[in-house]
């Protein structure tokens, strides 16, 4: 358990996530969490899951917290930061899950002084099985990225990477999801066509997807080597998989992650004065 008081402004979907992750994986207890948001049903969803406490004003969190979370959407950053900028102290670390805005963005509406975090996350987090990017701003301590790191594990696989990778960590795990989505979809719909009725199959393509992944994620083995260990010579995978390079789909999806990647550097051209356009 860390010794930290973590607030949000913004008490969403993705921050009552990361709240429910952090006192599910006992990081935190609820009673260490407060939220702030205008909608009531948003405030008593977050203290519902996570046995926080929701207010209607951000500066209460902002008093209460020793790690604040910015999970407002990239429109409402002006707004949030004009009325936090100079009541962000030293001591206090701040970490935006806004897509978009740049750290230097963000040192410029909240202080040059603020120790900051920036984090790409992605909805499976809701799950506790999500995928997440961060970087440090420069004012941001080893231990800060520790405790990141840390924070950001309870519900997902959590790299560091360089700002400017950012872009492409939304490609991919950021709009990924509903890449895959597509996949299971059509998996489901293959086995229907089949003759399977269209509950089996979907349960079926959705626990393909999620054990060929763990799979992955458990042995270390490059995908390619998994591939082949499944397609046996004259077997039903190879002639599968014969069909899926006819039809393009490995090249669709690089495509897709490199569409998605420029698209978000499309959108982050903004900052927190003139906030950019952002639709994922």
Known sequence: MIKKRIGFIGAGQMATA??????RVGLV?????????????????????????????????????????????????????AELKGKLGPDLLVISIAAGIHLSDLAQGFGEKVRLVRVMPNTPCLVGKGACGYCLGGTATSADGQLVQQLLSAVALAVEVEEKLLDAVTGLSGSGPAFVYVIIEALSDGGVRMGLPRAVATALAAQTVLGAAQMVLSTGDHPGVLKDRVASPGGTTIAGLQVLEEAGLRGGLMAAVEAATRRSLEMAGGSVGVPPVISR
């Open 29 to 81: 207890s609820g009673t260490e969490l407060i939220a702030s948001d205008p909608s009531s049903e948003a405030r008593e969803r977050f203290s519902h899951l996570t046995g926080g406490q929701a207010v209607n004003d951000n500066g209460e969190v902002v008093r209460r917290a020793d790690v604040l979370f910015l999970a407002v959407k990239p429109q409402q950053m002006v707004r949030v930061a």
């Open 18 to 23: 990361l709240g429910a992750g952090f006192v």
